[in-house]
C-alpha cells in the first residue's frame, strides 16, 4: 500500500512550536509526563477542545529487542534497565496531539500499545489473534544489536499481518545509540525499505533526560526524544482513515519481489 510523504499529513516540528507547547501542556504536569488508565483523557479547556482519534496498535519483536522499552519511552515511563519478559498482554494508551497539513485542524491522538512476550504468544494460541484483532496497526521491532532480530522481520510480517493487508504496518530500529556496533549495516536497511515499502524508523535506547532533581523524567525531553515515532504513527493511521472513507484514491498493493 502507498504511504504518505513524511511531513505531507501532519505538520512536522508543531510540537515545537507556542501553539503547539500549549496542547501538550494537557499531557504534561510540571514538566513531568502525564499517565493515563484505559478510560481516562487529558483535560482541555473548552476554547482548545479538540476531537479524539483512537487506534490500537500491536507491537511485535523477538525477545529482547525492546518492545517493552519502546513503549514505555512513548508512555514517558521509566524503561526497564533488565529484560524481564512480557508474562501477557499489556496494554498502554499515549496521548498525542498533532496538526493537520490540510485543514490545519489539530487532533488528539490516543495510542493504545499492546505488548505481549514470545513465550506467552508461543504458550497460548488466543493471544496473538487477541493481539491482532481489531488493530489499526502493527509495529515490528528490530534491534541494531541483533542481526536475527532483523532477519526475523519477513516471518514477524507474513505471521501478524498477512492476512491484514489493510492494516499500518511499521518497522522499529532499537538501541540505534549503539550503531557503532551494529549487527545491520545500512545497506540492508535500504534492501529492506525497497522490497517491502513500509517506513521504518529508528530509536535510541539510552535511559530518558531528568530534571533538575537528578530523579525526575523531563516530560518535555522526553517528548521531542519520540516525536518522530508519534507524529510517524499518526500519519500513517490518519492517511489510511481517509483512504478507508473514499477520501482518497485506494492505492495498488505491491509485494515484495
Request: proline share 7%.
Amino acid at each position: 500500500m502507498a504511504r504518505p510523504v513524511h511531513g505531507s499529513v501532519i505538520v512536522p516540528d508543531w510540537h515545537e512550536t507556542a501553539e503547539g507547547k500549549e496542547y501538550l501542556a494537557c499531557i504534561l504536569r510540571k514538566n513531568r509526563r502525564r499517565v493515563f488508565g484505559l478510560l481516562e483523557r487529558p483535560l482541555l479547556s473548552p476554547p482548545v477542545a479538540i476531537d479524539t482519534a483512537s487506534y490500537k496498535i500491536f507491537v511485535s519483536g523477538k525477545s529482547g529487542v525492546g518492545k517493552t522499552a519502546l513503549v514505555a519511552k512513548l508512555a514517558g515511563l521509566e524503561v526497564p534497565t533488565v529484560h524481564h519478559e512480557t508474562p501477557g498482554i499489556q496494554t498502554t494508551v499515549v496521548f498525542w496531539p498533532a496538526k493537520l497539513q490540510a485543514s490545519s485542524r489539530v487532533v488528539m491522538f490516543r495510542f493504545e500499545f499492546w505488548d505481549c512476550g514470545e513465550s506467552a504468544l508461543k504458550k497460548f494460541d488466543h493471544m496473538l489473534p487477541a493481539c491482532q484483532e481489531n488493530s489499526d496497526a502493527f509495529l515490528f521491532l528490530f534491534s541494531f544489536t541483533d542481526r536475527a532480530s532483523f532477519e526475523d522481520l519477513p516471518g514477524q510480517l507474513a505471521r501478524v499481518a498477512g492476512e491484514a493487508p489493510s492494516v499500518v504496518r511499521m518497522v522499529i530500529g532499537s538501541k540505534f545509540d549503539q550503531y557503532m556496533h551494529t549487527d545491520v549495516p545500512e545497506r540492508d536497511l535500504t534492501t529492506f525499505r525497497q522490497a517491502w515499502e513500509l517506513p521504518l524508523l529508528r530509536v535510541k535506547s539510552v535511559p530518558g533526560r531528568r530534571l533538575a532533581d537528578g530523579h525526575t523524567l523531563d516530560g518535555r525531553a522526553g517528548l521531542a526524544d519520540v516525536a518522530h515515532v508519534l507524529n510517524g504513527l499518526a500519519e500513517q493511521l490518519w492517511h489510511q482513515d481517509q483512504v478507508a472513507a473514499g477520501l482518497l484514491p485506494t492505492p495498488a498493493e505491491k509485494t515484495p519481489d
